[in-house]
Antibody
Framework: QVQLQESGPGLVKPSESLSLTCNVS????????WSWIRQPPGKGLEWIGY???????NYNPSLGSRATVSLDTSKNQFSLNLKSMTAADTAVYYCVSGSNLYFDLWGQGTLVTVSP | SYVLTQPPSESVAPGQTARIACGGE??????VHWYQQKPGQAPVLVVY???????GIPERFSGSTSGSNSGNTATLTISRVEAGDEADYYCQVWDSSTDQVVFGGGTKLTVL
């Protein structure tokens, strides 16, 4: 059974970059869509971006050019880099996957707080 | 950009039927997916492609669309509601015209 597990810092300073990694276990990353979704405390879900196993990417335009999603097939991982963090980026970040841009596989989520 | 609109809250008595709406322009022409999120947990897919249920999701959960032409409202219906169904529910589509994933704002379902 495929499982996803996020890892990364729980605290980031304003203006710094966030780097999160999602480890994929129990299956190959060389298929489907791999995405990041976040949820600010007490608020709804926000899609950040996806990478297809072929390498194609797409991002939520609300983030401008701050987000980058990448794939490391040798490690069976994918990653999120989010630049110029502000307090508004404080959220639980989920790595997720699905075959057709719906998400049937979710990581447990990791809380990232932006604070000096 | 494409917008999905959900009521912030719904309430239902145990054993009754809950209906959670998701509005969007020509939503009937898009594949609509629904997620259930309980407090402190990651969301779980409960309906995909309008009406399909993932393995392990009870038949009490079903999806539909309604409205003129291609339809403007998608609905998640939960039959014979149980206390354990109390959760936040989100609808989601992929907007092919912009290649964007879009979520509704979520509906908090309270079981009275």
């Amino acid at each position: 059974q495929v499982q996803l597990q996020e890892s990364g810092p729980g605290l980031v300073k304003p203006s710094e970059s966030l780097s999160l990694t999602c480890n994929v276990s129990g299956g190959s990353i060389s298929r489907y869509y791999w995405s990041w979704i976040r949820q600010p405390p007490g608020k709804g879900l926000e899609w950040i971006g996806y990478i297809y196993y072929s390498g194609n990417t797409n991002y939520n335009p609300s983030l401008g050019s701050r987000a980058t999603v990448s794939l490391d097939t040798s490690k069976n991982q994918f990653s999120l880099n989010l630049k110029s963090m502000t307090a508004a980026d404080t959220a639980v970040y989920y790595c997720v996957s699905g075959s057709n841009l719906y998400f049937d596989l979710w990581g447990q989520g990791t809380l990232v707080t932006v604070s000096p | 950009s494409y917008v999905l609109t959900q009521p912030p809250s719904e309430s239902v008595a145990p054993g009754q039927t809950a209906r959670i709406a998701c509005g969007g322009e020509n939503i009937g022409s898009k594949s609509v997916h629904w997620y259930q999120q309980k407090p402190g947990q990651a969301p779980v897919l409960v309906v995909y492609d309008h009406t399909e249920r993932p393995s392990g999701i009870p038949e009490r959960f079903s999806g539909s669309t309604s409205g003129s032409n291609s339809g403007n409202t998608a609905t998640l219906t939960i039959s014979r509601v149980e206390a354990g169904d109390e959760a936040d529910y989100y609808c989601q589509v992929w907007d092919s015209s912009t290649d964007q994933v879009v979520f509704g704002g979520g509906t908090k379902l309270t079981v009275l």
